[in-house]
C-alpha cells in the first residue's frame, strides 16, 4: 500500500487534526490577503488576469428571483459551480458536485439511490427535501420526490449548478424545502470524448452546436453514455448481526453495475424555444432492500428514467412589460428487475427471492410569467402555473409462494395544482433593494399552502453587502408517502428561515459569511418499514456558512469554505439523523503553464448522526484529497484530463439507512462503505 503524503488525512488520522489544519489554512489566508491588501489589489503584469478558472467572476443567476441579477445581490446566498471549474477539479458528476456546496453533504438509499442533506435536512427513506431543476424543468418525482438520474449526469456535459441553500418555495413551490438546485446542461460547444475509471465508469459522448446568426437560431445535440460494473467489498450485512451468516452473500462485493444514458436537445428561434430531454439511469441493488447483500452477478435491479418536452415563447408586450410562457410534458419511470429480497432458506426454502416494480408518471404543466418594471429601480413579477400529475401504472411482481396480485401504488391516484406567484423588487435608495414575495399553491389531495419571503440587500459600498432574509416552505406529502402514512394521515411539513448574510469583495479575494436558524414544523420522516411514514415532532436547525476564494500570484487560486450546523430533532433532544455538524472544502488550482492545470481538492465530512433507535455510536467523519491535472492549449484542439480520486484511500462510507424486521433493527454492521483510492481519465477533442 502507498503510504500518503499527508498523515493527517489518512482514514487512521486524527480527524481533529484535519479539521484543526483546514481552519488554519483558511484563516491564515485570510489574514494574509488582508495585510497586503493595499498592494495586491494593484495590477502588476506577472498578476495579468487569466481568463476561465483563475479570475474572480461576477456571474448572473435567475434562480432566486426568475429574473436575471448578479448572484451577489439576489436575496439569500446563491453558489455558481462552474462546469468547466469541476472539471479541472476531478468532479465526476453532479450529486458530485453539490457537496463543494457550504452545509450540503451526500448520502444513499441501500438500493444506491443517491441523497443529497441540505444543512442536515434530507436523510431518509424514499424522501426527497430540495427542488432539482434541469434547465429550469423540475425533475422531482411526485412518487418519492427525488431525482436520481439528474445527480448522476456527467459533469460533462453540465455548463454550470446553481444552488439556493435554504427554502425556495415561494418562487419555486412545492419540495423547494431545504434547497433548489438547477443544473444547466451544455449547449454552445462542439466536442467529443472517452472517459473512463479504475473500477468504474466507462464510456464517452459529444456536443454539438449549430447557430445562424442571421436567423437567431440555435440549436445544440449534447449527448453521454457510461457504463460500469463496480462494487465495494462487504465484510458482514444484517444476516451476520442476527446470526445468519450461512445465509449470506458476505463477505463480498456490493452490486453497483451501472448503465447512464443523457440526451438534451435544445432549440432557440428568436423568441421561440423547445427543448428535450432524454435520461436513463440504470443501476445494481447495491446493499439490498432488506440489508442484505444481493449476489454481485451484473444486475441492473433498477432503472429510472426521465422524458420531458419543454416549448415556450418570450413575448415584449411593450417597453414595461413582457412575459415567458411554458409547456411541459414529463413522463418518468422507476423500474425494478429482479430486485433482490431476501437469500435461499431464509422466505423461501430453495431458492432466492427477487421482487420486480413497475411504475410511471406523467405530469403536464402551463405556466406564465409576466414581469412588469414601470422604472429602473421596481419590478414586479406575477407567475401563474397549473400542472397535473397521474400515475399511468403501479405494478407489483412476487413469487408466487408469495400470492401477492395487487398494486404497491393506487393506480388512480393524481394530483392537481394551481399555482400564483407575487413577488415585487423595489430599489428604495441606489444601495438597498427590498424584495418581498408570495406563492400559493392549492392542491387537489393535500389542501392549500402560502409560501411568503422577505428579505433586503443593502450594498453598503462597492465592497460590502449586507443582506437579511425571512422565507417560508412547505413539502407535501409524495405519493408514496399517502400510500403509506402511520398511525394518522401525513401533512405537509414546513420550515420557517431566518437569514443574515455578508458579502466582502476585493479584486483578489472574496469572502461570504451567512447566519442562519431555521424552524422544522412537523417534518415528514420514515419511522420503519412496520410504521411507514409520520409528522415527526418539531426540529431547530441554526449555523454558519463561510466561503473564502483568493487569487495567489497569479497563477494560483485557493477557494475554500467551512460550514457548522447545530440540529435538534425535538422527539429526540438529539441532532437530526444522517447529518453532521461540520463540514470543510478547501480547493488549490495552479495553473504553472499555459495549457497544463493542477488541482488539489481536500473535503472534510464531520462524524453523522445515527437514527434515533440506532444505539451505536456516531459515524466517524472522514477527509478526502482528490488531484487532477488538466491539459488545454485553447478552446479548440486537444484536451485531457488525468486524476485520482481519494489519494490517500481514506475510509468513507455512509450512514445506513431504516431497516426493521417486527420492529427489531437490521442495520449493516459496517454502515455503507465507498470506494478507496480510484484513477480515472478523460480525453476529447474540442472543434
Given at each position: 500500500m502507498i503510504n500518503p503524503p499527508w498523515p493527517c488525512l489518512s482514514a487512521g488520522g486524527p480527524l481533529h487534526l484535519v479539521t484543526t489544519s483546514l481552519a488554519l489554512v483558511l484563516c491564515t489566508a485570510m489574514l494574509a490577503s488582508m495585510a497586503r491588501a493595499e498592494t495586491s489589489d494593484e495590477a502588476t503584469p506577472e498578476a495579468a488576469p487569466l481568463e476561465s478558472l483563475l479570475t474572480l467572476l461576477e456571474q448572473e443567476t435567475e434562480l432566486a428571483t426568475r429574473s436575471g441579477m448578479n448572484a451577489d445581490f439576489v436575496p439569500g446566498m446563491a453558489t455558481i459551480l462552474s462546469g468547466d471549474d469541476l472539471l479541472v477539479r476531478g468532479v465526476r458528476n453532479v450529486g458530485e458536485a453539490l457537496a463543494l456546496v457550504p452545509g450540503i453533504s451526500e448520502g444513499l438509499e441501500m438500493t444506491g439511490e443517491r441523497q443529497i442533506l441540505s444543512r442536515g435536512v434530507g436523510y431518509g427513506y424514499a424522501s426527497g427535501n430540495i427542488k432539482i431543476l434541469l434547465d429550469g424543468v423540475s425533475m422531482n418525482s411526485t412518487l418519492y420526490a427525488t431525482a436520481n438520474p439528474v445527480l448522476n449526469i456527467p459533469i460533462e456535459q453540465v455548463e454550470r449548478i446553481e444552488v439556493i441553500r435554504g427554502p425556495g418555495a415561494s418562487v419555486h413551490g412545492e419540495f423547494a424545502f431545504a434547497g433548489v438546485i438547477d443544473v444547466i446542461t451544455r449547449k454552445d460547444q462542439r466536442s467529443v470524448h472517452l472517459q473512463g475509471m479504475d473500477g468504474g465508469d466507462a464510456g464517452g459522448g459529444g456536443i454539438w452546436h449549430w447557430r445562424d446568426t442571421e436567423r437567431d437560431l440555435?440549436?445544440?445535440?449534447?449527448?453521454?453514455?457510461l457504463d460500469g460494473d463496480a462494487g465495494v467489498e462487504v465484510a458482514e450485512d444484517a444476516l451476520h448481526v442476527n446470526g445468519l451468516p450461512e445465509l449470506s452473500n458476505a463477505p463480498g462485493d456490493s452490486n453497483e453495475s451501472r448503465r447512464y444514458r443523457g440526451l438534451f436537445a435544445d432549440l432557440t428561434w428568436?423568441?421561440?424555444?423547445?427543448?428535450?430531454?432524454?435520461?436513463?439511469?440504470?443501476?445494481?441493488?447495491h446493499f439490498g432492500i432488506n440489508h442484505f447483500l444481493p449476489p454481485d452477478d451484473g444486475r441492473l435491479a433498477s432503472r429510472q428514467g426521465y422524458e420531458s418536452i419543454q416549448i415556450g415563447g418570450n413575448l415584449a408586450l411593450g417597453e414595461q412589460l413582457s412575459t415567458r410562457l411554458r409547456l411541459e410534458?414529463?413522463?418518468?419511470?422507476?423500474?425494478?428487475?429482479?430486485?433482490y429480497v431476501s437469500p435461499a432458506g431464509y422466505f423461501v426454502k430453495d431458492e432466492p427471492v427477487f421482487m420486480s416494480q413497475g411504475y410511471r408518471e406523467t405530469r403536464y404543466l402551463a405556466a406564465a410569467d409576466t414581469h412588469w418594471r414601470p422604472n429602473p429601480h421596481h419590478e414586479v413579477l406575477l407567475g401563474l402555473?397549473?400542472?397535473?400529475?397521474?400515475?399511468?401504472?403501479?405494478?407489483?411482481?412476487?413469487?408466487?409462494?408469495?400470492?401477492?396480485?395487487?398494486p404497491w401504488l393506487d393506480e388512480d391516484r393524481n394530483r392537481r395544482i394551481l399555482s400564483l406567484v407575487l413577488q415585487d423588487q423595489l430599489s428604495v435608495t441606489d444601495a438597498v433593494t427590498l424584495t418581498g414575495a408570495l406563492r400559493y399553491d392549492d392542491y387537489s389531495d393535500v389542501g392549500s399552502?402560502?409560501?411568503?419571503?422577505?428579505?433586503?440587500?443593502?450594498?453598503?459600498?462597492?465592497e460590502n453587502i449586507l443582506k437579511l432574509q425571512y422565507a417560508r416552505a412547505f413539502r407535501p406529502p409524495t405519493f408514496y408517502e399517502l400510500q403509506y402514512p402511520g398511525k394518522g394521515p401525513v401533512d405537509a411539513a414546513e420550515i420557517d428561515t431566518y437569514e443574515l448574510g455578508y458579502i466582502l469583495k476585493k479584486p483578489r479575494w472574496e469572502t461570504r459569511l451567512i447566519l442562519f436558524q431555521s424552524n422544522l414544523t412537523d417534518p415528514i420522516i420514515f419511522a420503519n418499514r412496520d410504521s411507514g411514514y409520520v409528522n415527526s415532532d418539531d426540529a431547530r436547525l441554526r449555523?454558519?456558512?463561510?466561503?473564502?476564494?483568493?487569487?495567489?500570484?497569479?497563477?494560483?487560486?485557493?477557494?475554500?469554505?467551512?460550514?457548522?450546523?447545530?440540529?435538534?430533532?425535538?422527539?429526540?433532544?438529539?441532532?437530526?439523523a444522517g447529518g453532521t455538524d461540520l463540514l470543510a472544502n478547501l480547493a488549490l488550482l495552479w495553473r504553472p503553464l499555459e495549457a497544463w492545470t493542477a488541482a488539489l481538492q481536500l473535503r472534510h465530512v464531520g462524524a453523522r448522526e445515527r437514527r434515533p433507535l440506532?444505539?451505536?455510536?456516531?459515524?466517524?467523519?472522514?477527509t478526502t484529497a482528490d488531484l487532477t491535472l488538466s491539459y488545454a492549449r485553447s478552446a479548440r484542439g486537444l484536451f485531457a484530463r488525468f486524476g485520482v480520486k481519494n489519494l490517500t484511500d481514506a475510509d468513507v462510507r455512509y450512514p445506513d439507512q431504516e431497516a426493521t424486521r417486527g420492529g427489531i433493527p437490521w442495520p449493516y454492521p459496517d454502515d455503507y462503505p465507498r470506494p478507496g483510492r480510484r484513477w480515472w481519465m478523460s480525453i476529447g477533442y474540442a472543434f
Open positions: 440555435l440549436f445544440s445535440v449534447n449527448a453521454l453514455g428568436g423568441d421561440f424555444f423547445a427543448a428535450l430531454k432524454i435520461l436513463d439511469d440504470d443501476y445494481g441493488d410534458a414529463l413522463r418518468y419511470e422507476r423500474d425494478r428487475d429482479d430486485l402555473e397549473a400542472s397535473h400529475v397521474e400515475v399511468d401504472w403501479a405494478t407489483w411482481d412476487w413469487p408466487a409462494v408469495f400470492a401477492i396480485d395487487y399552502h402560502v409560501s411568503p419571503r422577505l428579505a433586503a440587500v443593502w450594498r453598503i459600498d462597492d449555523g454558519v456558512e463561510l466561503e473564502y476564494t483568493q487569487r495567489l500570484l497569479g497563477t494560483l487560486k485557493l477557494d475554500a469554505n467551512l460550514s457548522f450546523v447545530d440540529s435538534l430533532d425535538r422527539s429526540t433532544d438529539r441532532p437530526l440506532d444505539a451505536r455510536p456516531a459515524l466517524d467523519g472522514y
